[in-house]
């Protein structure tokens, strides 16, 4: 996640190497529920103690999956209660109708199946895009299936990653957390420039 500094990763690397699979359970939760904690940091870090030894490759995987399941899950329903009433007292403040929000569960219903799946392979807007799929009512069994295939796809090559490099796994975090402002940033670009174009036809 953007900000949190690299002086934390001895902690996770200590708190990982101590309680292994509940460590990795419970940072992947928060991870996936907004709170910071950097997956680009944790998955790496369990690709390697998978290396060596410490970790089971299948249950590490498992372990890293279900856990940012659930917290999507959470994520999902929070936005799913909450996102609407949000929605409706904050429109005028940001210069939209209450239409606008029908038109978003709109394109959430043709489009929610790309954005579900994209949205888990992109640093930092990974981490609020359930709040978002609930907030626009997104068929739940939708969101979970493609939730799934981004969450598993970024994990595996991750941790995939820290296997691979083993002591070097470190570098794979400074380079994914050094480019995740320019990620961000060109993404929303490509979003805006979309919907741009969509209202110039």
Known sequence: MIGLSFLSVSFLQTFISSY????????????????????????????????????????????AVIASLVGSMAGYFLGYFLGIDLFLRNIKKIGLRE??????????????????????????????????CGAFKMDIKRFLGYSTLGISIWSFILIYLGFSLTKNWILIAHEIMGSTIYIIFFTVLIIVFYFLLRRHR
């Open 20 to 63: 292994s699979y509940v460590a990795i359970f419970l940072l992947m939760l928060l991870e996936s529920m907004v709170f910071p904690v950097p997956s680009e940091v944790v998955l790496p870090f369990t690709g390697f103690l998978i290396a060596v030894g410490v970790i089971d490759p299948y249950l590490g995987f498992a372990d």
């Open 99 to 132: 239409r606008e929000y029908d038109k978003a569960i709109r394109w959430m219903n043709k489009y929610g199946n790309y954005f579900a799946f994209i949205s888990r392979l992109i640093p930092a807007i990974r981490s609020i895009s359930s709040i978002v």
